[in-house]
């Protein structure tokens, strides 16, 4: 268990009240609260502490930057996609802006290109018209030349780009 004042590991904690807070501390601890019943049933259950100190030790992990994720982006012709999709039902655009709850000026621009929707307004066309607006993109790797084995550097980019 981690001692909710100092942080430390501890084999045992013992419930305390603290200026009346009551957290579980460590024995070196101990020294800085009182013990008391009503301190043992405030931290019955999980404290915001411990909470927090696990949090911090979720976010401390090192993430590995290189593996590839999918991404996905906005088809090209998706003024087309959602014009067809909207005159395949028969739809005014006053029709879908109130479906998906937008302004009708929202969908005159979606469908003549003018702007790019967020993702939440894609998500909204796409399960209201049942078209698909997103497709996968393949993450690209900076292909390397052989450096014999090490990490490309700036000089290598430099060499590179002059030749």
């Given at each position: 268990m981690i001692c909710e004042l100092c942080g430390r590991e501890a084999d045992r904690?013992?419930?305390?009240?603290?200026?009346?807070?009551?957290l579980r501390v460590c024995r070196d601890c101990m020294k800085f609260g009182d013990v008391s019943k009503t301190a043992k049933k405030e931290v019955a259950t999980k404290s915001a502490i411990a909470e927090r100190l696990?949090?911090?030790?979720?976010?401390?992990?090192?993430k590995d930057v290189y593996v590839e994720e999918e991404t996905y982006e906005l088809v090209a012709d998706y003024p087309r996609l959602i014009r067809d999709a909207r005159a395949a039902r028969?739809?005014?655009?006053?029709?879908?802006?109130?479906?998906?709850?937008?302004?009708?000026?929202?969908?005159?621009?979606?469908?003549?290109?003018?702007?790019?929707?967020?993702?939440?307004?894609?998500?909204?066309?796409?399960?209201?018209?049942?078209?698909?607006?997103?497709?996968?993109?393949?993450?690209?790797?900076?292909?390397?030349?052989?450096?014999g084995g090490k990490?490309?550097?700036?000089?290598?980019?430099?060499?590179?780009?002059?030749?």
């Open positions: 904690t013992t419930p305390i009240l603290i200026e009346g807070t009551a696990e949090q911090r030790q979720r976010r401390m992990r090192s028969d739809w005014k655009q006053e029709t879908l802006a109130a479906k998906l709850n937008e302004r009708t000026s929202v969908i005159n621009k979606l469908e003549r290109g003018d702007i790019r929707p967020d993702d939440v307004l894609i998500k909204k066309v796409e399960k209201e018209l049942g078209i698909v607006l997103r497709e996968k993109v393949p993450v690209i790797k900076p292909e390397s030349k052989s450096t990490e490309l550097t700036l000089g290598d980019l430099m060499k590179m780009k002059k030749g």
